[in-house]
């Protein structure tokens, strides 16, 4: 199935879960997508990283955008797997991309920003993503946009946004030694902040370092 695969960037006070890792910037959150995405449901998954998951946790008592939640399982010492009921006044986008058809990829802190990597059929589906974010104040924009980008596929299962950060850093000469840019030039280029970019380009790179291991394991190396 083709469709077009974008990069965007969000920011209102009351997306979901901003205050809580505006207050623990060693944390990232991802959804689980598969977990389901009807807002009737009630409760929400996504998985967590932190260094600390008490400070996560403080942030999350004071979050106005979460009601309840819960630590449903730990998967290592920095991640795990949490579930959200959301307050009222809690704004969430991923209803407005699944009605669309779509499908939210990734989703990324930055402070209070979100980058958000999100699969559509078609480029005209996200007139509806905007009209909704204009209709209640949130900031947006859009970063990247891919053409016949094919959903559920993508290089050493990197996420769109990850494997921009590396090609970025790749052709700034990042990875050079020397180095001929800096961390600081990468985020420049990509539109983000020095800890997200930092951030992507570590988990993209652990992400291909485990994908090639696995591989060799298998025999294909």
């Known amino acids: 199935m083709t469709g077009i695969s974008a990069v965007v960037r969000v920011e209102h006070p009351d997306i979901v879960l901003t205050e809580t890792v505006s207050r623990d910037r060693s944390s990232t959150v991802r959804s689980v997508s598969e977990a389901g995405t009807d807002p009737t449901a009630g409760k929400f998954f996504y998985h967590i990283e932190s260094?600390?998951?008490?400070?996560?946790?403080?942030?999350?008592?004071?979050?106005?955008?979460?009601?309840?939640?819960?630590?449903?399982?730990?998967?290592?010492?920095?991640?795990?797997?949490?579930?959200?009921e959301y307050a009222e006044r809690a704004k969430v986008l991923t209803p407005i991309v699944t009605a669309a058809n779509g499908v939210i990829l990734d989703m990324e802190n930055d402070g209070s920003t979100w980058l958000l990597t999100i699969w559509l059929p078609e480029r005209s589906d996200l007139d509806?993503?905007?009209?909704?974010?204009?209709?209640?104040?949130?900031?947006?924009?859009?970063?990247?946009?891919?053409?016949?980008?094919?959903?559920?596929?993508?290089?050493?299962?990197?996420?769109?946004?990850?494997?921009?950060?590396?090609?970025?850093?790749?052709?700034?000469?990042?990875?050079?030694?020397?180095?001929?840019?800096?961390?600081?030039?990468?985020?420049?280029?990509?539109?983000?902040?020095?800890?997200?970019?930092?951030?992507?380009?570590?988990?993209?790179?652990?992400?291909?370092?485990?994908?090639?291991?696995?591989?060799?394991?298998?025999?294909?190396?």
Request: hydrophobic share 35%.
């Open 51 to 84: 260094a600390d998951f008490q400070a996560f946790e403080d942030g999350l008592g004071q979050d106005p955008t979460i009601r309840a939640f819960e630590r449903v399982v730990e998967t290592s010492d920095q991640r795990a797997l949490y579930s959200f």
């Open 128 to 221: 509806q993503l905007w009209a909704f974010a204009h209709s209640h104040d949130i900031d947006i924009e859009l970063l990247r946009l891919s053409d016949h980008q094919r959903f559920g596929e993508s290089a050493g299962e990197l996420t769109e946004s990850q494997r921009e950060a590396l090609r970025v850093a790749f052709e700034q000469g990042y990875f050079e030694e020397p180095r001929e840019a800096t961390l600081s030039e990468v985020a420049a280029e990509l539109g983000i902040s020095q800890p997200a970019a930092g951030g992507l380009l570590r988990r993209g790179t652990k992400q291909l370092v485990t994908s090639c291991l696995l591989n060799g394991e298998d025999g294909t190396e």
